[in-house]
């Protein structure tokens, strides 16, 4: 059974930071490219960031380009999400997924469609 599950949300003022974690268990890890996505309160679940197989390659969502980073290690089958300089607007459920994916194509790591498993999400919330 696949479990994908999420710690390290929390609460942080703006401009402080906070560090998610993944941990993968029932999957093979590697084989799995990895997203974060999130869903502020009434609003649809959004990309945010996602790490190459091996981790050698990533992207981000505009908005956390440059605050935001994204790690994963295999010999842990743990994913990470480094989030600095914290604004108001990250409030949110914050999701960790595995990719069903075979190619490192925007057009697929980018949408909630292309990923097979999914954790239970983390609360993130800052405040101003």
């Known amino acids: 059974q696949v479990q994908l599950v999420e710690s390290g949300g929390g609460l942080a003022q703006a401009g402080g930071s906070l560090r998610l974690s993944c941990a993968a268990s029932?999957?093979?890890?590697?084989?799995?490219?990895m997203g974060w996505f999130r869903q502020p309160p009434g609003k649809e679940r959004d990309f945010v960031a996602a790490?190459?197989?091996?981790?050698?390659?990533?992207d981000f969502a505009d908005s956390v380009k440059g605050r935001f980073t994204i790690s994963r290690d295999n010999t842990e089958n743990t994913m990470y999400l480094q989030m600095n300089s914290l604004k108001p607007e990250d409030t949110a459920v914050y999701y960790c997924?595995?990719?069903?994916?075979?190619?490192?194509?925007?057009?697929?790591?980018?949408?909630?469609?292309?990923?097979?498993?999914w954790g239970q999400g983390t609360q993130v919330t800052v405040s101003s």
């Open positions: 029932g999957l093979t890890f590697s084989r799995y490219a």
């Open positions: 790490v190459s197989w091996g981790g050698g390659s990533t």
């Open positions: 997924a595995a990719g069903s994916f075979s190619m490192w194509r925007g057009s697929y790591y980018s949408s909630d469609r292309s990923y097979a498993f």
